[in-house]
């Protein structure tokens, strides 16, 4: 089952469209439009369950979301560790921070990653539940159970992911 942040909170009723960006400068060398799309097949996912819309912000700076790659400590209390081990972090809303490992073996090509690959859009549908206000589940299909196989993707949202969403928005 889908479970929530404490205090289950969640982005203003009146704020149905949220803008995010990815840093030009914390990044990793995958190209640019390649990690757009990754980032806007993610959020459409959520998008098409929910009345959420998600939009390219034109800065950065101004934002909701704010993604980013990062090395160890990265001056949010939430140091990295190197290959492997956590892999990305997002915060509660309506915080809107999204960082992910720089130093992982990222795939970015929609295949099938390869063992100590990561697939990037599964993290990223992952974080961006949490990024929404989901927490974790205890449904083992979910996106938002909390263990994924090196080497597999998992992207495709579960009924028990769209029920919890469908509770905030
Ligand atoms: N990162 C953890 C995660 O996103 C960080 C975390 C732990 C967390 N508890 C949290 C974030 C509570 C928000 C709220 O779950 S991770 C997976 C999964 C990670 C793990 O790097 O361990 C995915 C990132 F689910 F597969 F284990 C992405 Cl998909
Ligand atoms: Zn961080
Ligand atoms: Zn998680």
């Given at each position: ?18 803008t995010?960006a ?34 390219e912000a034109a800065e950065?700076?101004a ?107």
């Amino acid at each position: 089952l889908y479970s929530f942040f404490p205090g289950s909170p969640s982005w203003p009723s009146n704020k149905r469209q949220l803008t995010y960006a990815i840093s030009p400068t914390a990044r990793i060398s995958a190209d640019d439009a390649t990690l757009r799309s990754i980032f806007a097949r993610a959020f459409e996912r959520w998008a098409n369950v929910t009345q959420m819309t998600f939009v390219e912000a034109a800065e950065y700076s101004a934002a909701d979301i704010k993604i980013g790659f990062y090395s160890g400590d990265h001056g949010d209390g939430e140091a990295f560790d190197g290959v492997l081990g956590t892999l990305a972090h997002a915060f509660s809303p309506t915080n809107g921070r999204f960082h992910l490992d720089a130093a992982e073996n990222w795939a970015v090509d929609g295949s099938l990653p390869s063992v100590g690959e990561i697939d990037l859009e599964s993290v990223a549908v992952h974080e961006i539940g949490h990024l929404l206000g989901l927490g974790h589940s205890s449904v083992e299909e979910a996106i938002m159970f909390p263990t994924i196989t090196s080497g597999t993707r998992r992207v495709e949202l579960a009924a028990d992911d769209v029920a919890g969403v469908q509770l905030l928005y």
